[in-house]
């Protein structure tokens, strides 16, 4: 089966700066590459993904890229909030496949410093 | 009912019993999931359902069952509960049986084993 590996398993910055989480994944098939965010306490939301046919998708301050050739996506956080303070997991999946089944990575604790 | 629901909210329980956590989703989606989130391993697939009547094993399915009698419900249940099932269970669901979809996630059940 897929193996999502993430980095780092935690990340502090200074607000304002800019945050960079790493996964990369195993099985080449993968073609669906979506990001949650779980604030303390509460349920992981789906905040940016992003297809095999795209090498890059942004939504605000968020940005996602993707090399399939090397097989990794990262996620980008520019001017980042204390709000942004939380759990990230990275996720693939055989988009289309009649599984639909996300493999997780071990999730990234961002804390945003004032 | 807005969204997906969990019930309970939390439970202990003691070694040995048995336990259903229960998932009810109106969305009309056709797939669901059960995951189990512990500290430091992210969330992982226990069991899935693609559509009503069908289901299939995830990466961690030993000591659960589910069933899918109808679209709505995904109950999960502990035949005998053991210690090592301490964890924080999510259920979610999706609309399509295939990938590009987003899982939409319950609030959680937090399980105790003594």
């Known amino acids: 089966g897929e193996n999502v590996e993430q980095h780092p398993s935690t990340l502090s910055v200074q607000e304002g700066d800019s945050a960079v989480i790493k996964c990369t994944y195993s099985d080449s098939a993968s073609n669906y590459f979506p990001w949650y965010k779980q604030e303390l306490g509460k349920r992981p939301q789906l905040i940016i993904d992003i297809r095999s046919n795209v090498g890059e998708k942004k939504d605000q301050r968020i940005a996602v890229t993707l090399n399939k050739t090397a097989k990794h996506f990262s996620l980008h956080i520019t001017e980042t909030q204390p709000e942004d303070s939380a759990v990230y997991f990275c996720a693939a999946s055989m988009g289309g496949s009649t599984l639909g089944r996300l493999y997780f990575g071990r999730g990234t604790q961002l804390t945003v410093w004032p | 009912i807005a969204g997906i629901t969990q019930a309970p909210t939390s439970q202990i329980l003691a070694a040995g019993r048995r336990m259903t956590l229960r998932c009810t989703q109106d969305m009309r989606h056709n797939a669901m999931y059960w995951y189990r989130q512990d500290l430091g391993l992210g969330l992982r697939l226990i069991h899935y359902s693609n559509t009503a009547g069908t289901t299939g094993k995830g990466e961690v399915p030993d000591g659960y069952s589910v069933s899918r009698a109808n679209t709505d419900d995904f109950p999960l249940t502990l035949a005998s509960a053991v210690p090592s099932q301490t964890s924080v269970y999510f259920c979610?669901?999706?609309?399509?049986?295939?990938?590009?979809?987003?899982?939409?996630f319950g609030p959680g059940t937090r399980l105790t084993v003594l």
């Open positions: 979610a669901s999706s609309p399509g049986q295939g990938a590009y979809n987003e899982q939409f």
